[in-house]
């Protein structure tokens, strides 16, 4: 008598249906384990399987199986029945295809690549609010990247403190000035004084510079904390709220998309924590897959990395990260990712952070284009000058990449940037 039945679940010839999702997994079998069972294994745990052969099965279990049907040396593709999941749910999903597999003893590394979500199953979540149309109606930015900056270091100023920055960045021509992942409310820079005193600073800003200036400011916290200080952003006439998305949890986003966007505000997502997850290439969760989640359950940005900074990633990791954000319709990259049509679900900005500074403006650009939120903090506050200087020295960059001219070219008649690279020049930090 048959004692698994984890073959079952492994069907070369099987052909997925329109409304199926498709994942793509890396695995690598532990010691004993064919590649085949492996992979079966993976889709008997993330469906209706279970360690043994049962006693009685109703027939429509058949129906209900995920169907490993196509297996190419470490990467498998599983297909799920749409019926397994929970409408408008993504962490029932994630419980799924991101759940108990990842601790099975016949498996010494697994990664979750990538997954296509079919219409039917995206049809029942709402997307961003605005768009990244919508967003730049919002900000009447339109034809270049926005910008924004982390006052540096990122914790440690007092709420008047951290204001005055932002109010530099803002006068130096920025847009945004950011909270960092840490900060929230501390003893010595509680959430409600550094609102208070960023919204008469931004009112100042922009009556002396006629532009829209707005902030990420970090609401994260439990759920209920996170829709009161919303709420307080709102009551100070803010159009946006940052959240940590990984710490904060999927379901917490879910919450807040939906109360944020009762309120018009946007969600700008830090990704602080996925690298635990995402970084080792052979076992976890891939970035990309965090950004389509993020995006499915409307986030308005998020993290992305720029490849040429101080944190890990590649160029390539970015442009795909970028796609997956921004296009409508995405086609994959034979093992790193796969085909996805968004529908009606609206896009999201990529953001390029992390150990940037005017020197590396035009190859961020380079990257990305125009539709992201560039975000330059240590790379202005650090500046000869003053962080409004290093601002300006910023959008000198940007203007020389439009341009068409090297940095260089640009400095002789640009004393900020000039400064900038007499710094930094084309450093790329470590």
């Not at 990538?114 to 997307?127: Q, V």
């Not at 997850?277 to 989640?293: C, D, E, V, W, Y």
């Not at 085909?339 to 609206?346: F, K």
Request: glycine share 10%; charged share 25%.
């Amino acid at each position: 008598m048959a004692i698994d039945w984890y073959m079952d679940f492994v069907n070369p010839g099987y052909e997925p249906g329109r409304d199926e999702i498709i994942v793509l997994y890396y695995f690598e079998p532990a010691e004993g384990i064919s590649r085949e069972e492996a992979a079966g294994r993976i889709a008997s745990e993330s469906s209706t399987g279970t360690w043994t052969t049962l006693h009685t099965l109703p027939p429509r279990m058949r129906d209900l199986q995920a169907t490993v049907f196509e297996i190419d040396g470490n990467y498998a593709k599983i297909s799920y029945p749409l019926e397994l999941w929970d409408e408008g749910n993504a962490v029932q999903l994630l419980s799924g295809i991101a759940g108990n597999i990842f601790g099975m003893k016949a498996l010494s590394n697994l990664r979750l690549i990538d997954a296509t979500l079919p219409e039917a199953y995206i049809g029942n979540f709402r997307g961003p609010h605005f768009g990244n149309d919508g967003i730049r109606k919002m900000m009447k930015v339109s034809g270049r990247p926005l910008t924004g900056a982390v006052p540096k270091p990122k914790v440690g100023f007092s709420a008047q403190e951290h204001a005055e920055i932002g109010y530099e960045t803002w006068m130096g021509g920025f847009d945004f000035v950011k909270d960092d992942e840490n900060l929230t409310s501390t003893s010595f820079n509680r959430f409600e004084d550094r609102v208070e005193s960023m919204s008469r600073l931004r009112d100042q800003a922009e009556q002396e510079t006629g532009m829209i200036k707005s902030a990420f400011i970090n609401i994260t916290g439990d759920t209920e904390t996170m829709e009161r200080r919303a709420a307080l952003l709102a009551e100070h006439d803010w159009n946006y709220a940052m959240i940590d998305v990984v710490v904060a949890g999927t379901a917490g986003v879910m919450t807040l998309r939906d109360f944020c966007s009762d309120l018009d505000i946007a969600i700008h997502a830090h990704r602080a924590m996925h690298a635990a997850f995402t970084r080792n290439p052979l076992h976890g969760i891939s970035m990309q897959f965090l950004a389509k989640i993020m995006r499915l359950i409307g986030v308005s940005q998020i993290h992305t990395g720029t490849a040429v900074g101080k944190l890990a990633g590649s160029r390539q990791e970015s442009v795909i990260l970028a796609d997956i954000l921004r296009e409508k319709r995405v086609r994959g990259v034979e093992k790193i990712s796969l085909d996805q049509d968004w529908g009606s679900i609206r896009n999201a900005f990529p953001v390029a952070s992390g150990g940037l500074h005017p020197g590396l403006v035009p190859d961020v650009l380079d990257i990305y284009g125009r539709d992201q939120v560039l975000l330059v903090s240590g790379g202005i506050h650090g500046h000869p000058g003053g962080t409004r200087k290093g601002a300006q020295a910023a959008i000198q960059a940007m203007e020389a990449w439009e341009e068409g001219i090297t940095l260089e070219e640009k400095a002789r008649t640009s004393p900020e940037l000039a400064a900038a690279l007499d710094k930094w020049g084309h450093l790329r930090p470590k």
